[in-house]
């Protein structure tokens, strides 16, 4: 048995609704579902268009609080037009940075929550 790869990733968030706004109209993901999950809770997850991978966002870990997640890395193919997009929009991000591993911008979401934004570099 091998691992096959992340499927979901839980995003802690104290509103759902405010955070699946901020995902949805800012970032641009699409929501892929929204349904009751129980008493007081909702599943809502979303994902970038056409990929893979998707976020959830969650209010039920002790263990995660919201603004708990950091770090990960969302890709982009022109990280100078989409940081004057999020830009205009009013999101604050940092000034775009280089590293061996791509060009770079952090930005959080409403609850604190420390995403990278990253423009993989070109392999010859």
Same mark, same amino acid.
């Given at each position: 048995?091998?691992?096959? &790869?992340?499927?979901?990733?839980?995003?802690?968030?104290?509103?759902?609704?405010?955070?699946?706004?901020?995902?949805?109209?800012?970032?641009?993901?699409?929501?892929?579902?929204?349904? @009751?999950?129980? @008493?007081?809770?909702?599943?809502?997850?979303?994902? @970038?268009?056409?990929?893979?991978?998707?976020?959830?966002?969650?209010?039920?870990?002790?263990?995660?609080?919201? &603004?708990?997640?950091?770090?990960?890395?969302?890709?982009?193919?022109?990280?100078?037009?989409?940081?004057?997009?999020?830009?205009?929009?009013?999101?604050?991000?940092?000034?775009?940075?280089?590293?061996?591993? &791509?060009?770079?911008?952090?930005?959080?979401?409403?609850?604190?929550?420390?995403?990278?934004?990253?423009?993989?570099?070109?392999?010859?």
């Amino acid at each position: 048995m091998a691992l096959l &790869g992340f499927e979901i990733l839980s995003v802690p968030v104290r509103d759902p609704q405010r955070a699946k706004a901020f995902y949805r109209d800012v970032l641009g993901f699409e929501l892929i579902r929204e349904e @009751p999950m129980g @008493p007081g809770m909702t599943w809502i997850q979303l994902a @970038p268009a056409g990929q893979p991978v998707t976020i959830a966002l969650v209010t039920w870990f002790d263990a995660m609080p919201p &603004g708990a997640l950091q770090g990960v890395m969302i890709n982009t193919d022109d990280i100078d037009a989409e940081h004057a997009r999020l830009s205009a929009l009013g999101l604050q991000l940092s000034e775009i940075g280089s590293q061996p591993w &791509g060009r770079y911008a952090m930005l959080q979401d409403p609850d604190g929550n420390g995403w990278v934004l990253r423009q993989p570099p070109v392999t010859p």
